[in-house]
């Protein structure tokens, strides 16, 4: 069984100023709209703001919408739609996608999966397949590494001056697919890229964490390595070595860790003074649409912690240390069944045993 771990950091924009020393100008011009989970993920950082468009004031309420087969999750604009496509195969056969879309007057928003082996070759192919729904032609492509999935950004140019912005994504060892876009007036270009940015960042993608699979072999406790973050000098032992993710949203910079395994780490350079650690649990329940279980005090590398256990409705419980050092925050998280709980709150008592602060 393979994890393909959310992002983990989920801080909303008020109780990250909640200290009282922001500007209230700079509270004020976070225009985001409600959602049930974060971004950024890998699911997983502050939502980004959506930027209002100066010709109509386009605004949303986001909220959570759910892939079953996949178990995958995404945040769209409340009374997304679910939609179907058929595209053709190499060998003349057809594959069948399925997905969400939101029209309104000013664009549309939304994405598919489609289950069926892709490789990176793959994607210009069906970067075109996605421009011919919309008679258009792709304009723009580049590869994008999410530093979970790789994948294809571009732009498809369309109608009458419109444009809309993609990422493909092959999201798991089996070649699945999966494809967000959001398209509008190429004149209001800064919403469509802060709803994109929206878009993508929210994505939880799930097609390697099936909670049916049998068991995989227990990871060696030899094969645990020491990973460093290069920036702050603390280490922490993960089951193999991963690249950091930079997950820093405005005013907090953010450095994830995440084996496929679901262990991993975050560390947040923002003071736990300016912080609480259980408002960061709640906070971090909130965006992503779970529930706190439980909350207890704890240690992590001598300093003041809590344990959290959190629990999505879909399957998987999150177990949980924030650590508040002296000038950032750190968290540890494992995430598996609820029949694995105790593996898991072991994982992140072994990652909190190991840990090194300079």
């Known amino acids: 069984m393979r994890w393909l771990p ?17 500007e209230p100008e700079a509270v004020a011009a976070t225009p985001t709209p ?5 971004s950024g993920s890998s699911g997983g ?6 930027t209002r468009s100066p010709e109509s004031n386009v605004v949303f309420r986001w909220v959570s919408v759910v892939d079953e087969l996949s178990r995958s999750r995404v945040a769209l604009p409340e009374g997304a739609k679910p939609i179907a496509n058929t595209i053709p195969r190499p060998d003349g056969t057809t594959v069948t996608t399925r997905g969400f879309v939101f029209e309104h007057a000013d664009g549309v928003l939304g994405f598919e999966l489609i289950d069926d082996f ?26 994008a590494d999410t530093g979970r999935e790789r994948g294809i950004d571009g732009e498809i140019s369309y109608g009458d001056n419109q444009v809309m912005l993609f990422r493909i994504l092959v999201q798991d060892s089996n070649g699945d697919v999966w494809s967000g876009f959001v398209g509008g007036p190429e004149s209001d270009l800064r919403r469509l890229e802060s709803e994109f940015s929206r878009l993508t960042g929210s994505v939880v993608l799930r097609g390697w964490a099936d909670p049916e699979a049998p068991p995989a072999d227990p990871v060696e406790p030899a094969s645990w390595v020491a990973v460093v973050d290069e920036p702050s000098g603390i ?19 953010q450095r994830g860790y995440f084996h496929v395994s679901g262990v991993g780490f975050l560390v947040v350079d923002y003071p736990s003074d300016d912080y609480p650690l259980d408002a960061v649990l709640y906070d971090m329940a909130t965006s992503l649409g779970d529930v706190v279980d439980s ?21 998987w419980v999150w177990a949980y240390r924030a650590i508040a050092l002296d000038d950032r925050i750190l968290l540890l998280h494992a995430v598996d069944t609820a029949e ?7 994982s992140v008592q072994r990652m909190s045993d190991s840990l090194t602060v300079p």
């Open 34 to 38: 409600t959602s049930t989970i974060a």
């Open 340 to 346: 694995k709980l105790t593996d898991s709150q072991a």
């Open 295 to 315: 909350v207890e005090p704890a240690e992590g590398a001598g300093d003041e912690a809590l344990d959290g256990v959190l629990t999505d409705g879909e399957g």
């Open 118 to 143: 892709a490789t990176m070759d793959d994607l210009d192919k069906l970067a075109e397949f996605l421009a011919a729904s919309v008679d258009g032609a792709v304009r723009t492509t580049e590869e």
């Open 235 to 253: 280490s922490a032992d993960l089951p193999g070595a991963v690249v950091m993710e930079d997950r820093s949203v405005e005013g907090m910079p």
């Open 45 to 50: 950082n502050v939502p980004p703001p959506v």
């Open 6 to 22: 959310a992002a983990i950091m989920v801080v909303t924009a008020t109780a990250a100023c909640s200290s009282g020393d922001a």
